[in-house]
């Protein structure tokens, strides 16, 4: 198994371009979140699912967007980059709801927004 | 609100020393607490994690003690290691939201001397 995968590594963009950030996962897992880490601090969550074609916000819901069509994919799109996204985004999955010894994460993609 | 703080940012240890991170909650309705490790460029990785209902939990090296009285939540290390340098997380499961949340505290660093 691969586990959780995140493309891109990294990535430069300019303040209102748009981006998407693609997670796949090949564990079968019906929950998949996305967080951001900024420096000195925890990671945030900012959108989960708890399976496919079911989405919620989380803590900094603002200024993205997700969407599960399938169990293995669950991509984060930045809409108009802002400066104040700049960040280290985590994706990460687990088998169910409960504890938190089955949540894996991605590698992590490392966001500059000029 | 939510949220789960730490009362140190950094931690220096002497290699062979037994480490010991602390962290504080505020939300008294939580289900499961947990310790995940951070190295440099890495997404987090699960340590250990302890249910509401119990005080005490042991893993290889690593003990976590809940103490439900004052919110407070620990990591003792034993013999700690160059390779446990890292940053340390704690992180709890709210009741609310079906469990479908983890929420994340700001971390420690924790450096080896040799």
């Known amino acids: 198994n691969a586990g959780v995968t995140q493309t891109p590594k990294f990535q430069v963009l300019k303040t209102g371009q748009s981006m998407t950030l693609q997670c796949a996962q090949d564990m079968n897992h019906e929950y998949m979140s996305w967080y951001r880490q900024d420096p000195g601090m925890g990671l945030r969550l900012i959108h989960y699912s708890v399976g496919a074609g079911i989405t919620d916000q989380g803590e900094v819901p603002n200024g993205y967007n997700v969407s599960r069509s399938t169990t293995e994919d669950f991509p984060l799109r930045l809409l108009s980059a802002a400066p104040s996204q700049t960040s280290v985004y985590f994706c990460?999955?687990?088998?169910?709801?409960?504890?938190?010894?089955?949540?894996?994460f991605g590698p992590g993609t490392r966001l500059t927004v000029t | 609100g939510e949220s789960v703080g730490l009362h140190l940012p950094t931690l220096s240890v002497q290699e062979g020393d037994n480490s010991i991170i602390n962290c504080a909650y505020s939300n008294s309705a939580s289900d499961y607490f947990i310790w995940y490790k951070q190295e440099s460029g890495k997404g987090p990785q699960f340590i250990i994690d302890?249910?509401?209902?119990?005080d005490k939990r042991q893993g290889q090296r690593v003990t976590v003690l809940l103490n439900k009285t004052v919110k407070h939540l620990s990591l003792q290390i034993a013999a700690t290691q160059p390779g446990d340098s890292a940053v340390y997380f704690c992180?709890?499961?709210?009741?609310?939201?079906?469990?479908?949340?983890?929420?994340f505290g700001s971390g420690t660093r924790l450096s080896i001397r040799p």
């Open positions: 990460a999955s687990r088998e169910r709801p409960g504890t938190g010894r089955e949540q894996y």
């Open positions: 992180a709890e499961i709210p009741f609310v939201g079906g469990a479908s949340k983890i929420i």
């Open positions: 302890i249910r509401s209902n119990m």
